[in-house]
């Protein structure tokens, strides 16, 4: 081989096998008993002096499911629910995905909640509630849920997720008729009260106002406004700042009542053709509406919103049309469950049970895994329910 080319020859290096995993007992080798590293020794100093106010800071930005698994590890972390600062810190934290409370067929006195961030089920046990008491989510706000029983008769307002629970006093209206209900905030949270309103076909209504406790009369229906009224019931109220409105069939349209000023107003707003199963939503101050639209044997859900300068419907999505041909030529029935930003809807046939969520400012559809309660196998069929933001800090 010539000189010129030898710098070319790599040197084999002689094999050095790879080094053996010591064990255990080996790497504890030498060690004293009982003693600790340097190292976890200056952690346990470290977490000793951690600020108060940035620990429940941390805290309060954790995942819902998260924290109340956490809370089981010692008092103090416990106690966390009743703190000032804590709730504050909460209060801070931008509003997430809502989740549902729903109640099913099976079990009328039990209710089942979801979470979308995590596509799971939760299967609270409210106790305060009237022992074989049939009580229906109507409304919520603030991370309250609004409760009336299935006789018209008694309200009670609860959190799903820290059991604060009150039962509202007595009506002094006795209306025993199907009334339509929405809720809500006299600030930004639940510290600074809620109210409630129910309005009946016939004009009659009631405010509750938390702070006073009590039911009151502001006042009467207006005049303009035709009674009477022909309230879709299948529609939930939605409340943008503090107006609620509430969907009508004859005619077609809304009206609407300030919580604030005590004004009603109605508005005549014809509704799409071939439209049948339809509940008002919101999202971010939109008044939307979600329906199913079925011509000849083919039916699809639809979302429009309202324009408010022509007081027109006007069409922004609907579902995928793969999903839609699964409907066709069935008898479909639709619920919505939730109708804040997050809709969650109920599609059911007698061969056919889904549930599916449409995120209004995604555009995305997701399908709902079945709600099995603990320790079953049989998926439950949802009867009813409503949307709420979970929130640690609100009280009835």
């Known amino acids: 081989m010539a000189a010129g080319k030898s710098g070319n020859c790599k040197m084999l290096e002689p094999f050095k096998p790879p080094p053996s995993k010591r064990s255990r007992k080996e790497r504890n080798r030498g060690k004293l008993p009982g003693s600790t590293p340097a190292s976890e020794v200056m952690d346990q100093e470290i977490w000793k002096e951690f600020p108060e106010d940035l620990f429940e800071a941390v805290i309060a930005r954790l995942p819902i499911a998260t924290f109340f698994r956490f809370r089981s590890v010692c ?4 106690s966390l629910l009743e703190s000032q600062s804590f709730s504050h810190y909460c209060a801070e934290i931008p509003q997430a995905n809502p989740w549902f409370y729903t109640i099913t067929h099976e079990n009328m006195n039990v209710g089942a909640m979801y979470d979308p961030s995590t596509k799971k089920w939760h299967h609270p046990t409210i106790s305060f509630l009237p022992a074989k008491m049939i009580a229906l989510p109507v409304a919520s706000v603030g991370g309250l849920v609004c ?4 006789g018209h008769r008694n309200f009670y307002v609860c959190n799903p ?3 604060s629970f009150k039962e509202l006093p007595a009506r002094s209206v006795k209306v025993w008729s199907r009334v339509a209900v929405g809720m809500t905030l006299n600030g930004n949270s ?4 809620y109210k409630i309103l129910w309005v009946g076909c016939d ?5 509750y106002d938390s702070v006073k406790n009590s039911w009151s009369r502001p006042g009467s229906m207006p005049s303009n406004i035709k009674l009477p009224l022909s309230l879709n019931f299948r529609s939930q109220a939605i409340s943008i700042d503090s107006t609620l409105y509430f969907m009508q069939s004859d005619p077609e349209g809304i009206v609407s009542y300030n919580m604030v000023s005590g004004v009603w107003k109605q508005f005549i707003i014809p509704a ?9 939503a919101e999202c971010e101050g939109r008044i939307m509406l979600v329906g199913l639209l079925t011509k000849n044997a083919a039916t699809c859900v639809c979302i429009w919103e309202l324009q408010k300068m022509t007081l027109l419907w006007k069409e922004v999505d609907r579902m995928p049309n793969i999903w839609c041909l699964e409907f066709y030529g069935k008898h479909v029935r639709m619920s919505c469950l939730g109708n804040k930003g997050l809709f969650m ?4 046939s007698r061969q056919m049970n889904r549930l599916v969520t449409y995120n209004v400012m995604s555009r995305e559809w997701m399908k709902v895994p079945g709600c099995v309660l603990p320790r079953g196998r049989k998926r439950q069929w949802i009867a009813c329910g409503t949307a709420f933001h979970p929130c640690l800090t609100a009280t009835a």
Not at 190 to 193: A, C, I, P, S, Y
């Open 75 to 78: 008092r103090k972390w416990n």
């Open 147 to 150: 409760f009336l029983d299935i």
């Open 161 to 163: 997720l820290t059991q």
């Open 190 to 193: 639940t510290n600074e009260g």
């Open 203 to 207: 004009g009659e209504y009631e405010v």
């Open 272 to 280: 799409p053709i071939h439209l049948s199963d339809h509940t008002l």
């Open 345 to 348: 809807l109920s599609l059911r």
